[in-house]
């Protein structure tokens, strides 16, 4: 499934992902810098009705947020160099924990993702459109 959004659409774009992946429990979001992944986190957030604050979380690694259905992880891998390193600041105790897992930079740390994780792919079609495709390259 593949669908462009803008910031007026981003919610709606937010819905169907979690209406395509509403199984799921671990969503790794691919994507170039600047391609809009913390942006589409949030808004699977507010779709979520997360109640904490969201942020991004480049030097922290993990933030759990609280939603009506339980926990939810926001995972950034960006500084990370391999899976070691994600092992070690307890990426995968998310992963495998059962909570909703919204991770950026997957590549950083593949081996470690469960079978059944949903892979998004971000890209940029102009400076204020994306294309989501969602489970496919």
């Keep these: 499934m593949q669908l462009e959004f803008t910031l007026d659409t981003i919610h709606d774009a937010a819905r169907a992902c979690w209406d395509w992946g509403k199984d799921r429990k671990v969503f ?5 810098m600047g391609a809009g992944k913390t942006t589409f986190i949030h808004a699977l957030c507010d779709v979520k009705k997360v109640t904490s604050t969201v ?11 609280a939603y009506p259905g339980g ?4 995972i950034d891998l960006y500084r990370l160099k391999d899976e070691e390193e994600a092992l070690r600041a307890g ?11 919204l991770v950026e930079w997957p590549e950083r740390a593949e081996g ?4 059944d994780t949903l892979p998004l ?7 204020a459109t ?8």
């Design 28 to 32: 790794a979001l691919h994507g170039p």
């Design 55 to 65: 942020g991004s979380p480049t030097f922290s690694i993990i933030n759990e947020y």
């Design 71 to 74: 926990l939810l992880y926001h």
């Design 91 to 101: 990426v995968e105790d998310c992963l495998y924990s059962g909570n909703i897992c």
């Design 112 to 115: 470690i993702f469960p079978e």
């Design 121 to 127: 792919y971000i890209s940029v079609i102009d400076p």
């Design 130 to 137: 994306r294309l989501l495709r969602i489970g496919e390259k």
